[in-house]
């Protein structure tokens, strides 16, 4: 019976044993996976208001799963994989000019 040290949680320290979790794959090679993308969803990535009042963060995540080198991470707690990377990016500048411009009248 395999036995996994508990290091997720800080302050938290023991082992778990028994059967192994189902580590699925990686979506982008064949290392197991530890995590998934956060990347909105083009579907919700899209602002519905030119002004990008609207740029809504609905819960539709990509949700590929990625393994520690496929991951991106542009911020703390966020993995996005290889295809989310880019347009993540482009998101992020798009809101970030549009409160710019929000903040000058
Ligand atoms: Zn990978
Ligand atoms: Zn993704």
């Known amino acids: ?8 949680y800080p302050g938290v320290r023991g082992v778990v ?6 580590s699925k794959p ?18 919700a990535a899209v602002p519905t208001d030119p002004t990008f009042e609207d ?7 990509c949700d590929k799963r990625l393994c520690d080198r496929c991951s991106r991470s542009p911020e703390d707690g966020k993995d996005y994989c290889p295809g989310c990377a880019p347009a993540e990016s ?15 009248p």
């Open 90 to 104: 482009i998101r992020r500048r798009a809101i970030a000019a549009a409160m710019l411009l929000k903040a000058v």
């Open 26 to 43: 990686c979506a982008f090679c064949p290392r197991a996976a530890s995590r998934l993308c956060d990347g909105v969803t083009r579907k």
């Open 1 to 8: 019976m395999p036995c996994t040290p508990i290091k997720h």
């Open 55 to 61: 740029v809504a963060l609905q819960d539709s995540t």
């Open 17 to 22: 044993c028994g059967p192994r979790p189902r």
